[in-house]
């Protein structure tokens, strides 16, 4: 059983219409301008049209801006220091390009850079909690019943509950099950109002402005005869499929034709996230290959003098769409094994040179890898590839495994910056890194490469799972 989305929480189900949410889309633009105005005008900086024209672009960067998921202090940190570390770089690519960073007071600049991300950090924390008082105390929030007291109607209850700036309450649930048979079903989350066919009275009779129908599609004629009776109310209807239920990566809806189909399983990269993961990658494999050239020969050299053999080693592993890629390696064995199979390396691993020890230790065998990032086989962030005899091995025995492969296979990955990193000794291992793969493709953001990268940085001086 794959564990689900691991440190990356993000909400299961979000109503389309959330006032307090969008208020809270404004916050980053703002509290970003309001900063720049301020420092300029502690540093008594006369704000003219260089100013007014930077704010203009900052805006365009940072709005939207997103409300936190998370109730993580350390997560929201993240969140910020990495998007906020993204327009730092937009806008110095700008000045350069432009000539323009000497027509701003440095003083400004740089207590506007420093600033921002702390005053961005108190506000996310503070704002939503403000908003949710001020509307709960207006009267604003709806009110909201589930059709359905299953495992799916809990699940969207609780997150419901879980997320307040949406302004809904949950009033209960309706359902054809007494509570006798579902029990705690709604323990905790709202309870058993009536049965399904009482539910279009209650909404006439009471202020029901939300209702959402969790039941099984395998129930049709029941849904169908119950949005005849709603259609007799002025509540607003969600339909919420079984298929949520299912283990999502990247769940979406579009319409073909006018006919509305919903994405179960796709690939994060698909259009102009695609275009944005691939030139992020070639700028930073780029970037790395020229300055690393030096080290990169001082490695080779290093190989080549503490065992024979080829000074880099190929092994055939499997890459986007489960296709076979070649992945390029430092040579840190006295083997170059690529057969039906393969014994992981392993501490203090007899077939492992000195010199050899040494590279894995700080990943510097995987150097080579990102030739094959500029060749378009791998990318910089990504789920790590396996060798193909240990892929047929894990298809077998955990589910969804091959999931990972939606995604071309990356140097380094969210299984290896929270510690499942080098060996996998027992399968409840691999399976924690799946799960971690899953979550990132479920979840990928720019920012979240950005902050992997950082964080693998920190991990490969400090871990000691590398053998």
Same mark, same amino acid.
């Given at each position: 059983?794959?564990?689900?989305?691991?440190?990356?929480?993000?909400?299961?189900?979000? !109503?389309?219409?959330?006032?307090?949410?969008?208020?809270?889309?404004? &916050?980053?633009?703002?509290?970003?301008?309001?900063?720049?105005?301020?420092?300029?005008?502690?540093?008594?900086?006369?704000?003219? $049209?260089?100013?007014?024209? =930077?704010? =203009? &672009?900052?805006?365009?960067?940072?709005?939207?801006?997103?409300?936190?998921?998370?109730?993580?202090?350390?997560?929201?940190?993240?969140?910020?220091?990495?998007?906020?570390?993204?327009? +730092?770089?937009?806008?110095?690519? /700008?000045?350069?390009?432009?000539?323009?960073?000497?027509?701003?007071?440095?003083?400004?600049?740089?207590?506007?850079?420093?600033?921002?991300?702390?005053?961005?950090?108190?506000?996310?924390?503070?704002?939503?909690?403000?908003?949710?008082?001020?509307?709960?105390?207006?009267?604003?929030?709806?009110?909201?019943?589930?059709?359905?007291?299953?495992? @799916?109607?809990?699940?969207?209850?609780?997150?419901?509950?879980?997320?307040?700036?949406?302004?809904?309450?949950?009033?209960?649930?309706?359902? %054809?099950?007494?509570?006798? $048979?579902?029990?705690?079903?709604?323990?905790?989350?709202?309870? &058993?109002?009536?049965?399904?066919?009482?539910?279009?009275?209650?909404?006439?009779?009471?202020?029901?402005?939300?209702?959402?129908?969790?039941?099984?599609?395998?129930?049709?004629?029941?849904?169908?005869?119950? =949005?005849?009776?709603?259609?007799?109310?002025?509540?607003?209807?969600?339909?919420?499929?079984?298929?949520?239920?299912?283990?999502? /990566?990247?769940?979406?809806?579009?319409?073909?034709?006018?006919?509305?189909?919903?994405?179960?399983?796709?690939?994060?990269?698909?259009?102009?996230?695609?275009?944005?993961?691939?030139?992020?990658?070639?700028?930073?494999?780029?970037?790395?290959?020229?300055?690393?050239?030096?080290?990169? =020969?001082?490695?080779? +050299?290093?190989?080549?003098?503490?065992? !024979?053999?080829?000074?880099?080693?190929?092994?055939?592993?499997?890459?986007?769409?489960?296709?076979?890629?070649?992945?390029?390696?430092?040579?840190?064995?006295?083997?170059?094994?690529?057969?039906?199979?393969?014994?992981?390396?392993?501490?203090?691993?007899?077939?492992?040179?000195?010199?050899?020890?040494?590279? $894995?230790?700080?990943?510097?065998?995987?150097?080579?890898?990102?030739?094959?990032?500029?060749?378009?086989?791998?990318? +910089?962030?990504?789920?790590?590839?396996?060798?193909?005899?240990?892929?047929?091995?894990?298809? $077998?025995?955990?589910?969804?495994?091959? /999931?990972?492969?939606?995604?071309?296979?990356?140097?380094?990955?969210?299984?290896?910056?929270?510690?499942?990193?080098?060996?996998?000794?027992?399968? %409840?291992?691999?399976?924690?890194? /799946?799960?971690?793969?899953?979550?990132? @493709?479920?979840?990928?953001?720019?920012? @979240?490469?950005?902050?992997?990268?950082?964080?693998?940085?920190?991990?490969?001086?400090?871990?000691?799972?590398?053998?």
């Amino acid at each position: 059983m794959l564990l689900a989305d691991p440190q990356i929480p993000r909400p299961f189900f979000e !109503p389309r219409v959330a006032p307090a949410t969008q208020m809270v889309a404004a &916050i980053d633009p703002l509290v970003t301008i309001g900063v720049l105005l301020l420092c300029a005008a502690l540093f008594r900086v006369r704000v003219d $049209r260089a100013y007014l024209i =930077l704010a =203009l &672009i900052v805006f365009s960067l940072t709005f939207p801006g997103g409300a936190p998921q998370t109730a993580s202090a350390g997560a929201l940190a993240r969140d910020v220091l990495t998007s906020w570390g993204t327009t +730092v770089a937009l806008l110095l690519f /700008i000045g350069w390009a432009t000539s323009t960073t000497e027509t701003f007071d440095q003083r400004v600049l740089l207590a506007w850079l420093l600033a921002t991300p702390v005053a961005r950090f108190a506000t996310h924390l503070a704002i939503p909690r403000l908003l949710l008082r001020l509307f709960t105390a207006a009267g604003v929030q709806r009110v909201a019943v589930i059709a359905g007291a299953s495992g @799916l109607g809990r699940t969207l209850a609780e997150q419901i509950r879980g997320n307040p700036l949406l302004g809904i309450r949950v009033a209960g649930f309706f359902d %054809d099950r007494g509570p006798a $048979r579902t029990g705690d079903a709604a323990a905790g989350s709202g309870a &058993i109002l009536g049965a399904l066919d009482q539910l279009a009275a209650y909404v006439k009779s009471h202020r029901v402005d939300l209702i959402y129908i969790t039941l099984p599609m395998a129930s049709q004629p029941r849904i169908v005869r119950l =949005l005849d009776e709603l259609h007799d109310t002025t509540a607003s209807i969600y339909f919420v499929p079984d298929i949520f239920l299912f283990d999502l /990566i990247q769940a979406h809806i579009d319409t073909i034709g006018g006919i509305p189909v919903a994405s179960v399983c796709e690939t994060p990269f698909s259009g102009f996230n695609g275009v944005v993961k691939r030139a992020s990658d070639i700028v930073l494999a780029l970037v790395i290959c020229v300055l690393g050239l030096p080290l990169l =020969l001082a490695i080779a +050299v290093g190989v080549k003098l503490s065992s !024979p053999g080829p000074v880099v080693f190929r092994q055939r592993r499997y890459g986007l769409d489960g296709r076979e890629i070649q992945v390029y390696k430092f040579r840190t064995m006295t083997v170059t094994e690529d057969g039906a199979v393969i014994k992981q390396a392993s501490r203090a691993d007899e077939r492992v040179t000195r010199f050899g020890a040494f590279l $894995r230790r700080y990943s510097l065998d995987e150097l080579p890898q990102f030739i094959n990032v500029l060749q378009g086989r791998m990318s +910089v962030v990504g789920p790590r590839p396996h060798a193909v005899a240990h892929s047929e091995m894990y298809r $077998r025995l955990i589910k969804g495994y091959m /999931i990972r492969h939606k995604v071309r296979p990356g140097i380094t990955g969210w299984a290896q910056v929270n510690g499942l990193r080098g060996e996998t000794t027992t399968l %409840d291992r691999m399976e924690n890194r /799946i799960a971690y793969d899953l979550a990132y @493709l479920r979840h990928w953001s720019l920012q @979240l490469d950005l902050w992997i990268v950082l964080k693998t940085l920190f991990v490969v001086l400090n871990d000691r799972n590398a053998y």
